[in-house]
T-cell receptor, first 114, second 112 residues
Framework: SAVISQKPSRDICQRGTSLTIQCQVD?????MFWYRQQPGQSLTLIAT?????????ESGFVIDKFPISRPNLTFSTLTVSNMSPEDSSIYLC???????????FGPGTRLTVT | RKEVEQDPGPFNVPEGATVAFNCTYS??????FFWYRQDCRKEPKLLMS???SGNEDGRFTAQLNRASQYISLLIRDSKLSDSATYLC?????????????FGKGTLLTVNP
């Protein structure tokens, strides 16, 4: 199993600013992902964080808006840039161990943009 | 058609009831299937994988019908602690191209 922590757990930010969310896994994971979950909605994959290279973004998400880093097998960051109220959401980090079937999730970062 | 579609719910059942959730997926090439559980204001956690032959884990039974692209979850003798949102999850990609797609979830409330 893997235990995933995220910082901050929540934040209230002004529009136009940026927030970086950190994700730490207690063991090495092959794959790391970032999701967004808006109230009453399902999880939407933002991108797959690739170690040592650029993340792979899903349709509708771009690097300039959501830059991602993954310097090693246990850590990743997601930045939400130039925020607007529409970015208010819960952002979840997730990891998958090699050969594993279960994708583990962090507790999420609850972001409110005013 | 949505990639993963679930019963809209919500479901309100008494303790001890049997409740079934249904889910359909659009991509016939989907590789693997799961039910995740998400408690209020918590992260999703794997409840069980779904295998072609069907599988059971205690009070929970999952079924997969590839021909109909349909997945189900049956909960027997429901407990108060079963109250949560149940997410149908499909891995649309195979091999190293791994990607989970989540349904919107079905909210279950088990009442005393």
């Amino acid at each position: 199993s893997a235990v995933i922590s995220q910082k901050p757990s929540r934040d209230i930010c002004q529009r136009g600013t940026s927030l970086t969310i950190q994700c730490q896994v207690d063991s090495q994971v092959t794959m790391m992902f970032w999701y967004r979950q808006q109230p009453g909605q399902s999880l939407t994959l933002i991108a797959t964080a690739n170690q040592g290279s650029e993340a792979t973004y899903e349709s509708g998400f771009v690097i300039d808006k959501f830059p991602i880093s993954r310097p090693n097998l246990t850590f990743s960051t997601l930045t939400v840039s130039n925020m607007s109220p529409e970015d208010s959401s819960i952002y979840l980090c997730s990891g998958l161990q090699e050969g594993g079937r279960e994708q583990y999730f962090g507790p999420g970062t609850r972001l409110t943009v005013t | 058609r949505k990639e993963v579609e679930q019963d809209p719910g919500p479901f309100n059942v008494p303790e001890g009831a049997t409740v079934a959730f249904n889910c359909t997926y659009s991509n016939s090439a989907s590789q693997s299937f799961f039910w995740y559980r998400q408690d209020c204001r918590k992260e999703p956690k794997l409840l069980m994988s779904v295998y072609s032959s069907g599988n059971e884990d205690g009070r929970f039974t999952a079924q997969l019908n590839r021909a109909s692209q349909y997945i189900s979850l049956l909960i027997r003798d429901s407990k108060l602690s079963d109250s949560a949102t149940y997410l149908c999850v499909v891995n649309h990609s195979g091999g190293s191209n791994y990607k989970l797609t989540f349904g919107k979830g079905t909210l279950l409330t088990v009442n005393p």
